[in-house]
Structure formats: structure tokens, C-alpha cells
T-cell receptor, first 111, second 116 residues
Framework: GESVGLHLPTLSVQEGDNSIINCAYS??????FIWYKQESGKGPQFIID?????DKRQGQRVTVLLNKTVKHLSLQIAATQPGDSAVYFC??????????FGSGTQLTVLP | GAVVSQHPSRVICKSGTSVKIECRSL??????MFWYRQFPKQSLMLMAT?????????EQGVEKDKFLINHASLTLSTLTVTSAHPEDSSFYIC????????????FGSGTQLSVL
């Protein structure tokens, strides 16, 4: 995964707009990716996952896109709501099922 | 659904004391559990992999004598921070994969450790 950053990238969106959160990964051999949402003081919460044999997967209000050519992952949240405010991490899973997390993005939904 | 319970959620201790954090899988068995550490506004970093009935596997740079891991049963793993110092203050999170449930991991709610 990407290196741990010293500060968290931030994204601010208006309530009702769509959000796009991006993530780059480094291990071209990774074949499974997960997006997590973490609220302050809590553990990560599973949002959606995708395998490397897919380039898109949709859930309820969320879509994950995978571009293996450039090793890029994105999370799209439709009609962003105040409850979506949190830190979002992408993660890739290793051979021993351990997760390597990206640096995360702080999403703030503005009223 | 599967739940991972972590306790305590918050602990404040004096420098030099030891702190034990528990991670339990509530309705499934976990032969493996993972321990992560997260500093403020940073990502989660894997510290160690806890294996039921055998020694834990530590990531590079993590002192095994300082962060003692015990996985004595299929539903419980403990992390003991020995002789804690202020630099050990962090958010510690455990996770467990659901056996037979693919790669989906369930996370505990985390423990905020503050060492004075």
C-alpha cells in the first residue's frame, strides 16, 4: 500500500453532492481490496470490497472502481450525507490475510 | 453478524506500568487475529499477527518483549503493553477474519491508550 502520510488528506463536499475518494496502491500482485470507513475513536467499518478480476463494483450509494494499469482505486459516494463524514481508508490484503492500509482521507460533509 | 469485542475502550496509565487489552470474537472462532496501532491522523499500522496456540508474528520494528501477545483460545487474544511510556500512547485496534468467510475482516472498536 501507499506509505503512511504525516497528515491526512481532506475532502469537503456539500451535502447531497457526490464524493470521490482516491487511493493508490503499490503492490501489483494484490488481488483483493477493501474500503473502510473510520469514525473518530472507533475501529474501521467495512464498506465495500473488490477483487482484481473486476474493475467496478456497486453497493448501496457506494461504487468502487479499480484501475490495475495505474494501480489506482477510488470510492464514489452518491448523495453524500452528514453521516458519511469520517476517515476513509483503502486497504489491500496480503497472502496471510493481513491488511495494508493506505494513508486515508478525511471526508467532511458541509451542510 | 460477526462481532469483535475489544476492551477496554480507553485507558490512562502511569509511565512504567503494564496495560492489557483484550480482543474477543463473539460468535465465531478466530485462529488468527491482527493487532494494529494508529497514531493521530495517521493510518493503521500492523503490529503483529496473533496465532491461536502458537507464537505471534511481529512486524519489523515492533518489540515482541514490549508488546506481549497471547492467543490462548479460539475466541480471545490479548495484547499487553509492558512498561508503557508516553510514546506508546496510541489507538490500538484488533481484527479477526471470519473463518470460511473469505477475506472479510472484522474490527474491534479500538483502545485509546494514554500514558502519562
Amino acid at each position: 500500500g501507499e506509505s503512511v502520510g504525516l497528515h491526512l488528506p481532506t475532502l469537503s463536499v456539500q451535502e447531497g453532492d457526490n464524493s470521490i475518494i482516491n487511493c493508490a496502491y503499490s503492490n501489483s500482485a494484490s488481488d483483493y481490496f477493501i474500503w473502510y470507513k473510520q469514525e473518530s475513536g472507533k475501529g474501521p467499518q467495512f464498506i465495500i470490497d473488490i477483487r482484481s478480476n473486476m474493475d467496478k463494483r456497486q453497493g448501496q450509494r457506494v461504487t468502487v472502481l479499480l484501475n490495475k494499469t495505474v494501480k489506482h482505486l477510488s470510492l464514489q459516494i452518491a448523495a453524500t450525507q452528514p453521516g458519511d463524514s469520517a476517515v476513509y481508508f483503502c486497504a489491500e490484503i496480503g497472502s496471510a490475510r493481513q491488511l495494508t492500509f493506505g494513508s486515508g482521507t478525511q471526508l467532511t460533509v458541509l451542510p | 453478524g460477526a462481532v469483535v469485542s475489544q476492551h477496554p475502550s480507553r485507558v490512562i496509565c502511569k509511565s512504567g506500568t503494564s496495560v492489557k487489552i483484550e480482543c474477543r470474537s463473539l460468535d465465531f472462532q478466530a485462529t488468527t487475529m491482527f493487532w494494529y496501532r494508529q497514531f493521530p491522523k495517521q493510518s493503521l499500522m500492523l503490529m503483529a499477527t496473533s496465532n491461536e496456540g502458537s507464537k505471534a508474528t511481529y512486524e519489523q520494528g515492533v518489540e515482541k518483549d514490549k508488546f506481549l501477545i497471547n492467543h490462548a483460545s479460539l475466541t480471545l487474544s490479548t495484547l499487553t503493553v509492558t512498561s508503557a511510556h508516553p510514546e506508546d500512547s496510541s489507538f490500538y485496534i484488533c481484527s479477526a477474519p471470519l473463518t470460511g468467510g473469505g477475506e472479510k475482516l472484522f474490527f474491534g472498536s479500538g483502545t485509546q491508550l494514554s500514558v502519562l
